[in-house]
């Protein structure tokens, strides 16, 4: 008769845990001095994503390296396909960017219930390197773009910056392939609504967008765009300007990398990061699917 000592079970659960750890805690190390080959491909990308999301180099450049660790932390749980072993990425680098918009106002929560707070001085940024990250969050900034939902800008990000396939943006939001290409189409709506607006007020002419837009440098708010749409829709003047200027087409067709550029990650900056994770057992890690791939952490189950 086989004996099922809690004694036996406590000592091999610890053993487990203690290897695993240490494995954890060799590979952090091996990652911290340099990150695969086989990650090199997708750094920009990853980075480009999570910087559009948190829109802060240093939060971008950490939640990049999060998505590394995490992915060794898998070992050889990853999927063998390229096409979706590069959407699970982009989904580890989502649930970075979750995590980290979560932690952030928790930290400003806090703060604010706070009488008073003290803490270490945050390093200064020299002006030159302020100065190139303004420029670079300028070239994420996407007009036409600006009558879309979060979700739906999301999946045009993925799809027209990134170049991720119907199939692999489903897999990133966790949808399924019908609900991808239904977001994408109503997505893409929006952008050529907005083109059209734009192209409308490019050409001008018309006193009731001169109105609208004013004398100075156009800013288009949500506001203003749904104010300049509805005004195409009822202008016959305007809608014909629009439809000579803006061909109907799938907005990602007439788009280039130039257009819609994807930034280099910093290569030394992510270095750093990846010497200072947390280890592994304060380390907050995500729930995964049955297909490997994580969970958003407002998922009731992911939460479970």
Not at 7 to 20: F, I, K, L, P
Not at 100 to 113: D, G, M, N, P, V
Not at 202 to 217: I, N, S, W
Request: proline share 7%; with cysteine; hydrophobic share 40%.
């Amino acid at each position: 008769m086989m004996s099922s000592s809690p004694e036996t079970s406590t000592r091999t659960t610890g053993a487990h845990r203690a290897h695993r750890e240490a494995r954890d805690r060799g590979a952090a190390r091996a990652l911290a001095r340099r990150p695969p080959a086989r990650y090199e491909p997708y750094l920009d990308g990853l980075f480009t994503y999570c910087l559009s999301v948190l829109c802060d180099h240093d939060a971008a450049t950490a939640a990049l390296g999060d998505v590394l660790a995490l992915a060794e932390r898998r070992g050889q749980r990853v999927p063998d396909a390229a096409g979706d072993r590069r959407a699970w990425l982009y989904a580890l680098a989502r649930w970075a960017c979750l995590r980290k918009l979560t932690e952030a106002k928790q930290k400003r929560q806090s703060t604010h219930a706070a009488t008073r707070t003290t803490g270490p001085a945050e390093p200064a940024v020299p002006d030159d390197v302020q100065q190139r990250r303004r420029r670079e969050l300028s070239l994420l900034a996407w007009p036409e773009a600006a009558g879309t939902t979060p979700e739906q800008r999301e999946a045009l990000e993925l799809a027209v910056r990134h170049h991720l396939a119907a199939h692999e943006i489903a897999a990133v939001l966790g949808k399924d392939h019908a609900a991808a290409r239904e977001l994408l189409a109503t997505a893409a709506c929006e952008v050529e609504r907005t083109r059209a607006a734009l192209a409308v007020v490019e050409a001008g002419g018309c006193p009731g967008v001169a109105r609208l837009t004013g004398e100075h440098q156009l800013v288009l708010s949500a506001t203003l765009r749904r104010e300049l749409v509805r005004h195409v829709d009822d202008c016959p003047r305007c809608r014909r300007t629009a439809e000579r200027a803006v061909p109907g087409r799938w907005p990602g067709a007439g788009i280039t990398p130039a257009e819609l550029p994807v930034l280099e990650a910093p290569r030394a900056e992510l270095h750093r990061a990846l010497a200072h994770l947390p280890r592994a057992r304060g380390a907050a890690l995500p729930r995964y699917d049955r297909r490997g791939f994580p969970m958003d952490p407002k998922d009731r189950a992911a939460r479970r």
